[in-house]
Structures are given as C-alpha cells and as structure tokens.
C-alpha cells in the first residue's frame, strides 16, 4: 500500500526511526522493518511516497503521527535560532505513537544505558518472553504481555542483561497484569494526572514518565530532560535561569526532582504545547552534531 505525503506537511521515515525514540526497527536495505504489538510489518519512504505491507493506512499514519498538525507544530517551537537549526536538519521527524506498555518498559530499561545497550536488552527480552513471527524472509518477535513477565523470575529477567532493572520490570508487570490495568485510559486525562500515575509504577522517575507520555500516549506537551536536553539547555537557554542554579547542575551528572522539574518545566512554557516535538529535534540534533 501507499501513501501519497503532502509536500507542505513534511515526514522524513529515517530521522523518525533513528532519532532514539523507539528501539526495536530495523532497517534492512530500502526497508525498515518492525513489530508493534501483534503486527509484523515494512515500510519506506520513497520522496513524497510511503510505501508499506502488512498493516492498515489508519494504522501507518496514527502510528508515525502523520495526523499530527505538523505545520502549526512547527510553527509553534520555532523560538529561536537553535531549535531553527535543529528542525531544519531533520524536518519531517515526527513523534511516534507506540504501544505504551511496550515504551514503558522499554524505558525502564533505558535508565543509564545508550541506545546500542537498550536495543539488546529489549532483543533479548522479546527473544525470550515474545511470540516469533516470520514476515519476509525475516523473523521477528512480539513483545512480552505483562502476564509473561509477571510469571517470570526475576533472574529469568535478568538473564537477558537487565541488572538491577529486572526488579523493577518485574514488579511493574506484575501490577500491570494483576490490576488489568489499562493504559489507553491516560490518554483521556490531563498531563499531570497521567504522569502521577506512571509515577507509581517501580522503577518509572519523572524522565521515564515524561518519554512515556510523549512517545506513547500522545502527549505533546511532555518535555522529557536527560543528559543531551541538559546540556543543550546550559549551552543555549541558560540564560533564562539564575546563575547558581545553572552552575549547580553544571557540576553533576544526575539532577534531583526539583531540578529536573525546574528544566521540565521551562521546556513546557519556552516551546507551549508541542513541547515534546522541540524535545526530541534538540536532543537528536545535539546527538548527531558531535
């Protein structure tokens, strides 16, 4: 199947799938191959033209947010210079819409790991607790449901390189399948709410929430504050801040809540709404630039 893109509303497929937002595609050749949830399936971008098998239209533009108001979005985070730059580079990047189970656990996992570390653990995960399907000459995996985790031991769990993170994902899965807890319901109340939510889950800080809320559950204005949007901001906003609270977090590499709040929250009100779109174009400029 296809889909014609309109020149004026910009998708660019690489830049979605590379920018460190998601962790289980592949790209083989001209394709780039991945699975959510039950689907197995391709796709490419050829210029204005996006092609893919195995899955639904609706589905293809809900899930790489291609009913998302792209220009007004970037309209709306243009603020300056910087961010210009950064959405330029890489115009057409959008936000994806994963599954949330699978993007919360894939970012307990991310806790102090690089993406390379993050890929393997969640391969061997799926590799372990998944479903195989075969799709074009190519195998590839489900990712666990919660009653699978929640039955594992957590040496089991931890024998697919989690470390100490096999605790907390299986504490997580087990509240997850004993409560049939129901993610899709936060999409339906305000951010704030949501993120106390996510909050009680094991192993979910203020950052694995944010990353949640924004590459899952649709929730723009979520700013997400790690290592790279830190130091963009002491590079390029640190003006907007007092001198010694910048120098404070100058000289560490773990921020607490207050501080994570402080940067979290000059995010939301500097870029507005689609604060989460902004997040991720600096974070993947100030990545690749180095």
Known sequence: ????????????????????????????????????????????????DLEFENVEMDFVKSYFGLYD?????????????????????FKGLRILRQDPWECLISYIC????????IKQMLSNLCKKFGDRIYFDGYDSYTFPTPERLAKATTEELAKCGL???????????????????????????????????????????????????????????????????????????????????????SGKKLLTSSEYKKLNLFGQRYFGDYAGYAQ??????ERIKR
């Open 69 to 89: 108001d792209f220009p007004k979005i970037l309209l709306q985070i243009s603020e300056d210079k910087h961010i210009k730059r950064a959405v330029e580079t």
């Open 280 to 285: 991720e174009y600096l974070y993947h400029y």
């Open 163 to 249: 470390g100490y993170r096999a605790k907390y994902i299986s504490k997580t899965a087990k509240m997850v399948y004993e409560n049939r807890y129901e993610f899709e319901g936060l999409r339906k109340i305000a951010y704030e709410k949501a993120k106390e939510e996510l909050l009680n889950f094991p192993g979910v800080g203020l950052k694995v929430a944010d990353c949640v809320l924004l590459f899952s559950l649709g929730k723009l204005q979520a700013f997400p504050v790690d290592v790279w949007i830190k130091r963009v901001i002491l590079k390029y906003y640190a003006s907007y801040f007092p001198n010694e609270f910048i120098r404070k977090i």
């Open 110 to 117: 991310a806790t102090y790991k690089n993406i390379s570390a």
């Open 1 to 48: 199947m296809k889909i014609r893109l309109n020149p004026s509303c910009p998708f660019n497929l690489n830049a979605t799938l590379c920018c460190g937002q998601a962790f289980r595609w592949n790209k083989q050749g001209e394709w780039w191959y991945g699975i959510v949830r039950e689907n197995a399936f391709k796709i490419r971008q050829i210029g204005n």
